[in-house]
């Protein structure tokens, strides 16, 4: 008796969980599309992040040869979920290297971070802290999202860490 008891609770639960109908991270996602320009301009290879203004998942996106980009959660072109979010958009590049030295005699490392950090946008775009950019993505998706950066690009090579750092 025992056993048909602990047999009709394993398949209740099985149907009750099969019919929930929650199988994947996906659903709910809506399609967000749009464009991203500075100073009028489209930018190309620019990340754009989309933090949940709230509870919710991150969204982010990578602009093409035309400042296109088409928002994903969880992979390439699935969208991303309705709501508030906070927007940041940064393009950078790097220049220069890491060198490691090992002196002899000892185990010690030395770090020689040569690294230098270009930022092609207005830098106040690039963290959540200092960006001004908040949009809601509706129910239905949004494919004409306009990111309209404006400001100044200080394009001096930033130093990414110490020059001579001990690990």
């Given amino acids: 008796m025992k056993m048909y008891r602990t047999l009709f609770i394993l398949i209740g639960g099985f149907l ?3 019919g929930c109908g929650h199988v994947s991270g996906l659903d709910g996602l809506v399609p967000a599309e749009g464009t991203v320009t500075c100073n009028g301009e489209p930018v190309v290879n620019a990340l754009v992040l989309l933090r949940p203004d709230g509870e919710g998942t991150a969204a982010s996106a990578t602009t093409d040869s ?4 088409s928002l994903m959660t969880f992979k390439p072109h699935d969208g991303v979920r309705p709501g508030p979010y906070v927007v940041t958009v940064a393009k950078t590049e790097t220049r220069g290297d890491v060198r490691i030295e090992r ?4 185990n010690q490392k030395i770090i020689h971070d040569n690294r230098e950090i270009v930022n092609h946008l207005p830098e106040k775009y690039a963290a959540f802290s200092t960006t001004d950019i908040q949009i809601a993505i509706p129910k239905n998706g949004d494919r ?3 990111l ?3 400001g100044e690009v200080d394009a001096t090579p930033q130093k990414a860490g110490d ?3 001990r690990m």
Avoid: D, V
């Avoid at 035309?66 to 980009?69: E, I, K, L, S, V």
């Avoid at 002196?103 to 000892?106: A, D, L, S, Y």
């Fill in 16 to 18: 009750l969980c099969a």
């Fill in 66 to 69: 035309a400042g296109r980009f």
């Fill in 103 to 106: 002196p002899e005699g000892t």
């Fill in 144 to 146: 004409k999202i306009t």
């Fill in 148 to 150: 309209a950066l404006k």
């Fill in 163 to 165: 020059l001579k750092r």
